[in-house]
């Protein structure tokens, strides 16, 4: 799996003693009309993947919950397609993998069980959603982070088979979609989430 090391104080325990402001699911909608930036002004196109990562919690209504979450989806499913996949990675974090061709039924997934998570009391477990672009002339990926302790997306591009990122795309990705997403003013919280070798960070 691909987290990096210290996920937990990344987005968890150092956000969340930083955090601006509760978990707001709202803020997600943002990427419902970036993405159309995106592709028109920037030629990068959604690769028809999102993801949500949490922190699980050992108790049976914590497990009720996702089972909420995992009932929702698989109504969605059936009204738009979207596949959800809960997988757990190597650092004990789980995420909510989704895939859909259209991608404001991935934005609407990701919300839906961001927000029944926070509604049954466990929004603090929350830590990120990933919604991943291709740059098909290029050759590179890049994916919107949203920070749900910090309350604000940041760019991530990382080099292929490498634990570097290629900062031009990401500050170009910044001075463009700025004023269309809350971003992340502080670099320092632009943290990596390293996939292997050239997949995805869940994986």
Partial sequence: MGLLDGLKQALGLKAEADATRDADPDDLWGMSTAYVTMEADLGYA???????????????????????????????????????????????????VLEDDTFEDLVTSVHFAADELIEQGYGSRLLAALFAFDH???????????????????????LPGKRE??????????SVLDGELDL????????????????????
């Fill in 46 to 96: 959604p690769t028809g993947n999102a993801a949500l990562c949490f922190a699980a919690v050992d108790s049976t209504d914590f497990t009720d919950a996702l089972g909420n979450v995992e009932a929702i989806l698989e109504a969605g499913e059936a009204e738009t397609g979207t596949t959800a996949e809960f997988v757990e990675d190597s650092h004990g974090y789980h995420w909510i």
């Fill in 165 to 174: 990122r290629d900062s031009g795309p990401e500050f170009k990705l910044r």
């Fill in 136 to 158: 098909p002339a290029e050759d590179r990926s890049v994916y919107w982070v949203y920070s749900f302790r910090r309350g604000a997306y940041y760019p991530f591009a990382p």
């Fill in 184 to 203: 992340e003013d502080d670099e320092a919280y632009w943290y990596p989430l390293w996939p292997e070798d050239d997949g995805h960070p869940w994986e």
